[in-house]
């Protein structure tokens, strides 16, 4: 059985030297590397532990997961694995769980183009001190990027090069954080190999992800940190020489709110959850930069779909254990084409190939087929998604680039985002023509909403990024380059103690899946949290027996 990593919420301690806040890719780089730094560390996540096997596979257990919040409206439970953000111009999609989006996401690896990089919207430091690079290097050593040997034999690849013909660029396999053969990763933790299952979106049942809570979470409690779940943070309060976390019960149910006192807060509760404490926190009366809340983008994102064609795409998870036995479906994304354009960088993008989860196979139809009814028993429904033609049926995600126009504002104490006519930025033109190219390319017919009906035709995002972005002062940002809190609105003073490690920081669009540029960046600040506090840290492999005894 596996350990837990969480602990019961009455073992937290009244004060540590450093409360992390969320544990996705920069949480859990914080924690391993504070924890790993001699520090005293306690993890707070508002999602619930989801141990390797218990991720939903059945429509009944996926619908639990959904959370839907937007505007009044409000349903599910509030540790729904999937957390929509229903907006007035766009939509987000969030992760929820200990380990927080790399439970989730399509774990595509991949490091931007340098001249994301070189853009003014980024303090100089990030790129001369030279820690960028080691950064980068960290966060592949833990979470281990790779391309599969096998990718070009999968049918949903070959459907992806025929669909590139237009551009005159064939596809590539995609390094993914997977596990493609057995091992031990470097937290100690053993790790099965991929099965090829296409689940990846909807949870790792078999263990081969390298997610957060696979990698850098095992790594934190190895060395000491303590993990408390199913608690959500209000705001964050000065007191004295240190900072105040003020929480409660994500269900609201029972509980009156409590408290944990640090030295040091590092707030890495997700784009939109570090901005909302921060917007909450300066309600409360702490200085912050007036920038707080802008420069949101959503990474240039579409999820599309193309039907009718003449390739057989096998794109459709089965799960683990399979529910179809039939052609091997692969990662979520094996193969991408890559579109750089050499003369302006927001114009490039990389289309990649992904699969719907194995849980959402019987909802296929409804969106898919024409007047959203099928008869028959669910038996021969779920046969035809696998074999009649929904097995043809394509799924794109692009990633590109946007102006990062977007600000997020508190609604009734929680983050909403403001960013009018977004939909007519030029981006979702030019993805719209590139899709539609491809789709035709095989015959299919480019389906840009298929749940227009009951979210709209709004852009939707699944990398939200900004709202506390660097800069080299808080006129321009409200982070410096090492993730230290500006305070008040002028000059390059900052909150001692208090960071922002996530993809809040990235102060505008990246062009690629987010996870491995938000952990480098992490791994960069703690770095220069070592440095700047005499404190050293090792970055050696957990040797499993090592973890045993631990």
């Not at 091997?328 to 993008?349: F, R, W, Y």
């Not at 930025?425 to 095989?442: G, M, N």
């Not at 992490?522 to 970055?539: P, S």
Request: with cysteine; charged share 20%; proline share 5%.
């Amino acid at each position: 059985m596996q350990q837990l990593l969480s602990l019961p919420q009455e073992v937290m301690k009244a004060a540590y030297d450093v409360v992390v806040v969320g544990s996705g890719y920069g949480g859990g780089v914080s924690a391993s590397r504070l924890s790993r730094a001699g520090q005293s560390v306690c993890v707070i996540e508002r999602g619930r532990e989801v141990p390797t096997g218990s991720f939903p596979d059945r429509f009944p257990e996926l619908r639990r997961e959904l959370q839907l919040n937007g505007g009044k409206m409000r349903s599910g439970s509030r540790m729904g694995l999937f957390d929509f953000r229903l907006g007035a111009d766009i939509h987000v999609l969030v992760g929820c769980g200990l380990g927080g989006g790399s439970l989730i996401n399509a774990a595509v690896g991949l490091r931007p183009d340098a001249r994301v990089f070189a853009d003014e919207a980024w303090p100089e430091a990030v790129v001369k001190d030279g820690l960028l690079d080691l950064g980068f290097e960290r966060a592949q050593e833990m979470l281990r990027p790779s391309r599969s040997t096998k990718a070009p034999e999968l049918a949903k690849y070959r459907a992806l090069k025929v669909a590139s013909t237009p551009f005159g660029q064939e596809p590539v396999a995609a390094p993914v954080v997977v596990s493609f053969e057995e091992t031990v990763n470097p937290a100690g933790v053993k790790q099965r190999a991929c099965t090829l299952c296409g689940d990846c979106c909807s949870g790792c049942n078999v263990g081969a992800k390298n997610t957060v809570a696979m990698t850098y979470l095992p790594d934190a409690k190895a060395h000491g940190a303590e993990m408390f779940t199913e608690l959500s943070v209000s705001h964050v309060e000065k007191r004295g020489g240190g900072w105040r976390v003020h929480f409660a019960p994500t269900d609201g149910k029972d509980g009156e709110a409590r408290f944990v006192d640090a030295k040091t807060i590092v707030l890495a509760a997700g784009t939109l959850g570090s901005t909302e404490i921060l917007l909450r926190s300066r309600d409360q009366g702490l200085e912050l930069s007036d920038r707080l809340g802008h420069s949101f983008s959503a990474n240039g994102d579409i999820i599309a779909f193309a039907l009718g064609g003449r390739e057989h795409v096998n794109a459709v998870g089965v799960g683990e254990p399979p529910k179809f036995t039939g052609e091997t479906v692969g990662a979520c994304v094996a193969g991408q084409i890559e579109l750089p354009d050499e003369e302006t960088l927001d114009n490039s993008m990389i289309i990649q190939e992904g699969v719907m989860p194995s849980a959402l196979a019987p909802l296929l139809p409804v969106f898919f087929v024409a007047g959203g009814r099928i008869l028959g028993a669910a038996k021969s429904l779920i046969k035809g998604v696998y074999e009649g033609p929904l097995s043809r049926l394509h799924t794109f995600f692009v990633v590109s680039h946007d102006d990062a126009k977007g600000q997020i504002k508190l609604d009734k104490g929680q983050a909403q985002i403001h960013w009018p006519n977004v939909g007519e930025q030029p981006v979702y033109k030019r993805v719209d023509e590139a899709l539609t190219k491809a789709a035709e390319a095989v015959g299919a017919r480019y389906i840009k909403s298929p749940m227009a009906a009951t979210m709209g035709t709004k852009p939707a995002t699944a990398h939200p990024l900004g709202g506390c972005g660097m800069g080299d002062d808080a006129a321009s940002g409200v982070v410096n380059h090492k993730c230290q809190v500006f305070a008040g609105v002028q000059g390059e003073d900052i909150h001692a103690g208090l960071y922002v490690c996530d993809g809040a920081v990235i102060p505008r669009s990246i062009g690629v899946n987010p996870l491995l540029t938000i952990t480098a960046l992490t791994e960069r600040a703690m770095v220069h949290f070592a440095r700047d506090h005499n404190l050293g840290f090792d970055t050696e492999p957990i040797r499993e027996a090592e973890r045993a005894s631990a």
